[in-house]
T-cell receptor
Framework: GAGVSQTPSNKVTEKGKYVELRCDPI?????LYWYRQSLGQGPEFLIY????????DSGLPNDRFFAVRPEGSVSTLKIQRTERGDSAVYLC?????????????FGPGTRLTVL | KQEVTQIPAALSVPEGENLVLNCSFT??????LQWFRQDPGKGLTSLLLIQSSQREQTSGRLNASLDKSSGRSTLYIAASQPGDSATYLC??????????FGKGTKLTVNP
């Protein structure tokens, strides 16, 4: 079956611009996660959705970052007034449900470059 | 705050060798631990997930062990192949749903 998909695969923008990154989770997965990976580092948690609601947004770095999941499936990560420090690979993951098992499956990521 | 450390940061071995990658974590109160593989410019592929009640998991040539009390996990790769070359990431899940990752071990298997 189809895995997690993310669009676009690459995004180049200028400092100060607004960007949207999209994630399509595996069909039927109720939990969705966003992570950010800088060069040479492991992914860092940003936000987690259970259904339509953000259950934990403690990893969002500041109020320029916002994410939605209005119908409990596709999610969009929105970044306002982008800064060069926002350049990273943004990874999305989904899982079937939350439990002790809860295996997370990752998409290919969106590489964001802010010039 | 949970911290995950992976040693070594990089490893280069000849084809056919058996090898061990190490992962340590500071807070032993975890629900599970996942090992991932990441190829250059790609996303993460889940290799193995070990629940906190388990001691090890096996998949093909891969075996992952977990010693929760000491905060350690190892990933054993048998009979390594050039196609195993990638970065291997360890991640733990604590009380929340989020994963906390190490920085990874970059493995190169030389033909």
């Amino acid at each position: 079956g189809a895995g997690v998909s993310q669009t676009p695969s690459n995004k180049v923008t200028e400092k100060g611009k607004y960007v949207e990154l999209r994630c399509d989770p595996i069909s039927g997965h109720t939990a969705l996660y966003w992570y950010r990976q800088s060069l040479g580092q492991g992914p860092e948690f940003l936000i987690y959705f259970q259904g339509t609601g953000a259950a934990d947004d403690s990893g969002l770095p500041n109020d320029r970052f916002f994410a939605v999941r209005p119908e409990g499936s596709v999610s969009t990560l929105k970044i306002q007034r982008t800064e060069r420090g926002d350049s990273a690979v943004y990874l999305c993951a989904s899982s079937l449900f939350t439990s002790d098992y809860n295996e997370q499956f990752f998409g290919p990521g969106t590489r964001l470059t802010v010039l | 705050k949970q911290e995950v450390t992976q040693i070594p940061a990089a490893l280069s071995v000849p084809e056919g060798e058996n090898l061990v990658l190490n992962c340590s974590f500071t807070d032993s109160a975890i629900y599970n631990l996942q090992w991932f593989r990441q190829d250059p410019g790609k996303g993460l592929t889940s290799l193995l997930l070990i629940q906190s009640s388990q001691r090890e998991q096996t998949s093909g040539r891969l075996n992952a062990s977990l010693d929760k009390s000491s905060g350690r996990s190892t990933l054993y790769i048998a009979a390594s192949q050039p196609g195993d070359s990638a970065t291997y990431l360890c991640a733990v899940r604590g009380g929340s749903e989020k994963l906390v990752f190490g920085k990874g071990t970059k493995l190169t298997v030389n033909p």
